[in-house]
């Protein structure tokens, strides 16, 4: 706003006054007919909408999708329909376990939000820096997030805490090697590939299905900070990867992804898990590139900077729900888990209508009959407020849009794997793919918080490297000096 344009109310209303309340008398006490007083005071201290429980502080841009490579034959979905065409997009990325005031530099996974505004509506794919995650039954999900927030009772981030559940949860090894790694530590947000990280599907104009993991290769290369390095920012700048990425937009200097899908059958992956003995829809598990080859689709660029970060950052609201005709989901049990949690979040942290929001909004047409609630913006007006009942039925078929039925295997119930399944190998694999040097610094990293663990979390935590390889487990004891 220009110094020269007058100050209204959020009503408009001119306010005849900015400087000095409504009081009775030069020392009297205020009136309550003071409305803008009021008003103002009540907008300030709602000024801060309840930050995100995990992905709190975050940068985001738009930008756009641009087609390369057909893939008609494994989706029907409109956005990829013609090499060259374009969507426009919103990303957000972030810390995950931090707070709003945290360090960017923090030793963490990076989130990697996308969304898409098709025609068909918005395509949302919430995703991580790291093609894995700490476990894989979304009923751990809070425990875990309340292992890496604080401790309720000193008030401090605890090792103790995070070690003590990783070490009675040996499927989250695999991650916990990526998370110390150099790639513990992004050198910003350009520098770093993003993941889908679970397993999705695509569905053809014949109703046939694919699954599929979506992959973001870093145009601008990988890049990563050692852990002193990011201590360092972490005081002198703690919003560095902010500053790098609006700084990089504001000049032109626009950073771009690779898109690249990872794709298989249904009859492939039985096929690969009786040879390997991993359940493909295991989010701690990876698919192995030389089992499931990258295959190009197109470039993802971020191009402009938002206008406001609270209306748009702040209250970017995704959901893994979002998915167009021609995409789907899949038995990933952390998947469907996210399926309710996210938009059930955003009802909570951002509003009933939270959907309606600039952001969030669709760019095609949008009709239903949800009516009322917090910030109502748009409300149906005189429109019917029901849906119509088809007399004859509506003949559904699958799971709509010309998905076919999800099989189902097995009967309903609670199934624990652990004893059963491999949480090592691929973790080993990992270990075992580093350079000498990033290899010293993984164990160098993980010695830092192992060191303030009570002995017996130190010893469970010791054996889980040592099934993964016994070299793993050697340089970190290394790097904690015990013989």
Not at 21 to 29: L, V
Not at 39 to 66: C, D, M, W
Not at 288 to 304: A, C, K, T
């Amino acid at each position: 706003m220009s110094q020269d344009q007058q100050i209204t109310t959020a009503s408009g209303i001119p306010v005849a006054d900015n400087q000095n309340s409504i009081s009775a008398g030069p020392r009297g006490p205020l009136l309550l007919q003071d409305f803008h007083l009021i008003e103002k005071l009540q907008h300030f201290n709602r000024e801060r909408i309840p930050e995100r429980v995990v992905h709190a502080k975050g940068s985001g841009a738009y930008g756009t999708f641009t087609v390369t490579h057909d893939i008609g034959h494994l989706t029907k979905a409109k956005l990829f329909s013609d090499i060259g065409k374009q969507t426009a997009t919103f990303a957000r990325f972030s810390t995950v376990g931090g707070e709003r005031g945290s360090a960017d530099t923090e030793r963490d996974p990076r989130g990697f939000a996308l969304r898409f505004y098709t025609e068909e509506g918005n395509w949302d794919l919430v995703g991580n820096n790291t093609p894995m995650f700490f476990i894989k039954d979304p009923i751990k999900f809070p425990d875990f997030i309340h292992t890496q927030k604080r401790c309720p009772r000193s008030n401090l981030k605890s090792p103790t805490m995070m070690f003590d559940f990783w070490s009675k949860a040996p499927e989250s090894l695999h991650q916990v090697t990526m998370l110390f790694s150099d790639r513990g530590t992004p050198d910003g947000y350009r520098h770093m590939d993003g993941f889908g990280s679970h397993t999705y599907s695509l569905i053809n104009a014949a109703g046939e299905r694919v699954y599929v993991k979506w992959h973001f290769k870093t145009r601008q290369g990988i890049k990563n900070l050692s852990a002193a390095d990011a201590a360092r920012i972490a005081g002198e700048d703690p919003d560095y990867a902010q500053r790098d990425l609006f700084g990089a937009i504001e000049r032109g200097d626009f950073p771009q992804w690779e898109v690249r899908l990872q794709v298989a059958t249904e009859q492939q992956l039985d096929d690969w898990e009786a040879r390997t003995g991993w359940n493909p829809f295991d989010l701690t598990k990876v698919w192995p590139h030389r089992d499931f080859p990258l295959q190009p689709v197109g470039i993802f660029e971020l191009n402009r900077n938002p206008d406001n970060y609270h209306a748009e950052v702040e209250q970017v609201a995704f959901s893994p729900a979002n998915a167009v005709p021609g995409m789907g989901y899949s038995p990933d049990k952390m998947l469907q888990g996210r399926l309710f949690a996210y938009h059930d979040a955003q009802l909570y942290r951002v509003g009933t209508n939270h959907q309606h929001l600039p952001v969030n909004a669709p760019r095609c047409p949008m009709h239903n009959q949800q009516r009322d609630g917090t910030m109502a913006v748009h409300n149906g007006g005189a429109a019917q407020n029901y849906a119509t009942v088809n007399a004859v039925g509506s003949a559904p078929r699958g799971m709509g849009h010309g998905e076919p039925e999800l099989g189902l295997r097995g009967g309903a119930g609670r199934f624990d794997g652990r004893g059963m399944e491999d949480d090592y190998t691929q973790a080993g694999n990992l270990f075992r793919l580093l350079t000498p040097q990033e290899k010293l610094n993984l164990c160098a990293n993980l010695a830092g918080p192992l060191s303030q663990v009570d002995d017996e979390i130190l010893q469970r935590q010791l054996a889980h490297f040592d099934k993964a390889d016994t070299a793993y487990g050697a340089g970190v004891r290394d790097a904690l000096n015990i013989k």
